[in-house]
């Protein structure tokens, strides 16, 4: 038979009131009675009601994650797994659990977060992949529901934020490229709009000024399906690059198989260099460039602002934070000497 907090009161030979107060960490209550009170629920082995919990604090005890993608565009991403293992490792111990969701159009992606704001379904929610023209930053700004977005705001300093400087990182893997000797570097990007894809093709064109003529400059959807169709089409043609930056890892993995699909060898005939710097990396047998955003220090420092705006309804933590990122040099951008082409 399930232990009630009743029984716990009767048992422990304290009031209700008291042991809900044990339960929400009231630091009015003697250590004594708290050390007993506790000992009674681990010996009998009590549960709190969640839903009565939350009833009476008004919290779920849920953070809430979106992700926008088609049916299956997740599936082996790499990024994404990382991500939501860091997350779920940071909230573990703390009375907090990840809900999850993935939408698959704009209009759903609308409805969710409507949805989300109109029934409290979770206490606070982590934005990912910022667009330039973000709706969802307005919806939530104007509710003052808690959130913190991973990724580049662009409208100020009102909005909480973690990101990287995607412009210098973009920057830095191009002067990479560039420095090992390739002399036609392209860049394959994501979805126009998507503010991460965007700040690092501007740092890949300031990274080619004066030194190539050209901007090659070709966009994809996510995914590493997407990926591969859009380098079929442009290793194969006129303008093909000798080496490409690419917007994340598991996109990289669909330009490797478009080279080996065409006998373009990595790293003579194609230099790569991607971001994120996960598990697939090694997945190339030279293993692939990438640069390491520092994932677990940015979820960390998301979640702890989060956290806190939750809790404390913090109105000054807004702003932006920069965590800094580091190019991991392998093989796929290490061409033999004296060869071009």
Same mark, same amino acid.
């Given at each position: 038979?399930?232990?009630?907090?009743?029984?716990?009161?009767?048992?422990?030979?304290?009031?209700?009131?008291?042991?809900?107060?044990?339960?929400?960490?009231?630091?009015?209550?003697?250590?004594?009675?708290?050390?007993?009170?506790?000992?009674?629920?681990?010996?009998?082995?009590?549960?709190?009601?969640?839903?009565?919990?939350?009833?009476?604090?008004?919290?779920?005890?849920?953070?809430?994650?979106?992700?926008?993608?088609?049916?299956?565009? *997740?599936?082996?991403?790499?990024?994404?797994?990382?991500?939501?293992?860091?997350?779920?490792?940071?909230?573990?111990?703390?009375?907090?659990?990840? +809900?999850?969701?993935?939408?698959?159009?704009?209009?759903?992606?609308?409805?969710?977060?409507?949805?989300?704001?109109?029934?409290?379904?979770?206490?606070?929610?982590?934005?990912?992949?910022?667009?330039?023209?973000?709706?969802?930053?307005?919806?939530?700004?104007?509710?003052?529901?808690?959130?913190?977005?991973?990724?580049?705001?662009?409208?100020?300093?009102?909005?909480?934020?973690?990101?990287?400087?995607?412009?210098?990182?973009?920057?830095?893997?191009?002067?990479?490229?560039?420095?090992?000797?390739?002399?036609?570097?392209?860049?394959?990007?994501?979805?126009?709009?998507?503010?991460?894809?965007?700040?690092?093709?501007?740092?890949?064109?300031?990274?080619?000024?004066?030194?190539?003529?050209?901007?090659?400059?070709?966009?994809?959807?996510?995914?590493?399906?997407?990926?591969?169709?859009?380098? *079929?089409?442009?290793?194969?043609?006129?303008?093909?690059?000798?080496?490409?930056?690419?917007?994340?890892?598991?996109?990289?993995?669909?330009?490797?198989?478009?080279?080996?699909?065409?006998?373009?060898?990595?790293?003579?005939?194609?230099?790569?260099?991607?971001?994120?710097?996960?598990?697939? +990396?090694?997945?190339?047998?030279?293993?692939?460039?990438?640069?390491?955003?520092?994932?677990?220090?940015?979820?960390?420092?998301? +979640?702890?602002?989060?956290?806190?705006?939750?809790?404390?309804?913090?109105?000054?933590?807004?702003?932006?934070?920069?965590?800094? +990122?580091?190019?991991?040099?392998?093989?796929?951008?290490?061409?033999?000497?004296?060869?071009?082409?």
């Amino acid at each position: 038979m399930r232990v009630t907090q009743q029984d716990i009161a009767r048992i422990a030979k304290v009031s209700q009131a008291t042991v809900s107060r044990v339960l929400a960490g009231d630091e009015r209550v003697e250590p004594s009675i708290r050390e007993r009170v506790s000992e009674t629920m681990r010996r009998h082995n009590y549960q709190p009601d969640v839903r009565a919990r939350s009833l009476r604090s008004r919290r779920t005890g849920l953070i809430g994650l979106v992700v926008h993608r088609p049916v299956g565009g *997740l599936t082996n991403d790499p990024f994404f797994s990382s991500l939501t293992a860091e997350i779920i490792d940071y909230l573990s111990g703390k009375p907090y659990h990840l +809900c999850l969701d993935m939408v698959t159009t704009d209009s759903s992606q609308a409805a969710i977060y409507d949805e989300m704001l109109r029934t409290r379904r979770v206490d606070g929610l982590i934005l990912v992949e910022s667009l330039a023209r973000d709706e969802r930053l307005r919806l939530l700004q104007e509710d003052s529901f808690p959130f913190i977005l991973i990724g580049n705001p662009l409208s100020g300093d009102a909005i909480p934020s973690v990101d990287n400087d995607n412009v210098l990182a973009a920057e830095t893997a191009t002067q990479h490229l560039l420095d090992a000797g390739y002399e036609r570097v392209g860049f394959l990007a994501g979805p126009s709009g998507v503010t991460v894809s965007d700040d690092r093709i501007i740092g890949y064109q300031r990274a080619i000024r004066n030194r190539q003529n050209e901007h090659l400059i070709w966009h994809s959807t996510f995914g590493a399906d997407a990926a591969r169709e859009r380098a *079929l089409s442009v290793l194969a043609g006129e303008n093909a690059p000798d080496a490409l930056v690419v917007l994340d890892d598991f996109m990289a993995m669909g330009v490797v198989l478009a080279a080996r699909q065409l006998g373009r060898r990595i790293p003579d005939q194609l230099g790569l260099v991607s971001f994120n710097d996960t598990s697939v +990396c090694d997945l190339l047998e030279c293993g692939l460039t990438s640069v390491s955003l520092n994932i677990s220090t940015i979820v960390r420092t998301a +979640c702890d602002r989060l956290v806190n705006l939750i809790e404390v309804r913090d109105s000054q933590s807004g702003g932006r934070i920069i965590v800094p +990122c580091e190019l991991k040099v392998r093989g796929s951008s290490r061409r033999s000497m004296g060869v071009r082409g």
